[in-house]
């Protein structure tokens, strides 16, 4: 399955083409249950788990579904047959964490290694301009997780924006 064919299964957009354009609203946490839908929609079982009512920055919140988003699209494409993820988001006064973990085969396929995406990277730079923390891998026992944490205290991100604004200097 194409990249972009995934991610459209997965945002639940079912574009014809990779640059359709859309005027959907900005996702948000708020639209992770739709998201869940639309993959299981696709074939694929995820469940998804949040919890905690924290206030969460509109940015954060757009980066934190499109990494969960990604994830599940790179789940679709690599866990093969049979495979289920599960996604979990906890929102705390300071923090979003993320944990999307799939029971499949994982990346151990050369397919998997050389197919071209940007996901792990595209998750990498979100976090990274947020002041975050990522992580991802093989599970023990097979499949594949990642991990985020995203901080989201106004301040926090304020800062992280700040200081990604000096870098660039």
């Known amino acids: 399955m194409q990249a972009w064919t995934a991610r459209s299964l997965a945002a639940g957009t079912r574009t014809a083409h990779p640059h359709a354009t859309s005027l959907a609203p900005m996702p948000s946490l708020a639209a992770l249950p739709s998201l869940a839908r639309h993959v299981r929609e696709a074939g694929f079982p995820v469940t998804?788990?949040?919890?905690?009512?924290?206030?969460?920055?509109?940015?954060?919140?757009?980066?934190?579904?499109?990494?969960?988003?990604?994830?599940?699209?790179?789940?679709?494409?690599?866990?093969?047959?049979?495979?289920?993820?599960?996604?979990?988001?906890?929102?705390?006064?300071?923090?979003?964490?993320?944990?999307?973990?799939?029971?499949g085969r994982g990346v151990g396929t050369e397919g998997a290694r050389v197919s071209g995406g940007h996901g792990l990277a595209g998750m990498a730079e979100r976090v990274h301009a947020l002041g975050g923390a990522l992580s991802h891998g093989p599970r023990r026992g097979g499949g594949f997780e990642v991990h985020a944490v995203l901080p989201s205290g106004d301040d926090q991100v304020k800062e992280a924006a700040q200081a990604e604004g000096n870098e660039d200097r």
């Open 48 to 103: 998804l788990d949040v919890s905690g009512s924290a206030h969460v920055p509109a940015g954060v919140e757009v980066s934190a579904y499109r990494i969960i988003q990604e994830a599940l699209t790179n789940a679709m494409k690599h866990a093969g047959p049979g495979a289920s993820a599960k996604v979990t988001v906890n929102r705390t006064a300071d923090a979003v964490h993320i944990s999307v973990e799939d029971d």
